[in-house]
């Protein structure tokens, strides 16, 4: 009985591919099912300082569209020249620690803003 190697190396290449295709939605299916047990993580946010009474905008707009706002202020600012009342800085007044504050949402959806290559926020 003799070997073709040839129709043996043809087995084995077409075989790799397959195996790391299958492989990789193994792994997907399987890291699914697993967080479909997991819950999301608990963000505890500071408080701000009470001496604020409301926030520019209600707490729903801002926990999911305070992007776009500080993007407008951006462009407001950088493009045209014009400083309004609402800014970072005045964002800093109440929400005094950026890593008690930002960063607790930021980390918990693998998020890394870019507003402080230029602005210091302590």
Not at 40 to 61: A, G, Q, S
């Amino acid at each position: 009985m003799s070997l073709n190697i040839g129709k043996n190396k043809t087995i084995i290449f077409a075989a790799i591919p397959i195996l790391i295709i299958l492989i990789l939605v193994l792994y997907g299916v399987i890291s699914q099912v697993v967080a479909l047990g997991s819950e999301p993580p608990k963000v505890v946010l500071e408080r701000p300082d009470p001496k604020y009474d409301k926030c520019v905008r209600d707490t729903e707009y801002m926990r999911f569209h305070h992007w776009q706002l500080l993007r407008e202020i951006r462009e407001d600012v950088v493009r045209y020249g014009r400083r309004g009342e609402i800014g970072l800085n005045r964002c800093k007044e109440c929400h005094t620690s950026r890593e008690k504050f930002c960063d607790q949402c930021h980390k918990a959806v693998s998020m890394t803003p870019d507003c402080y290559g230029c602005h210091n926020y302590q």
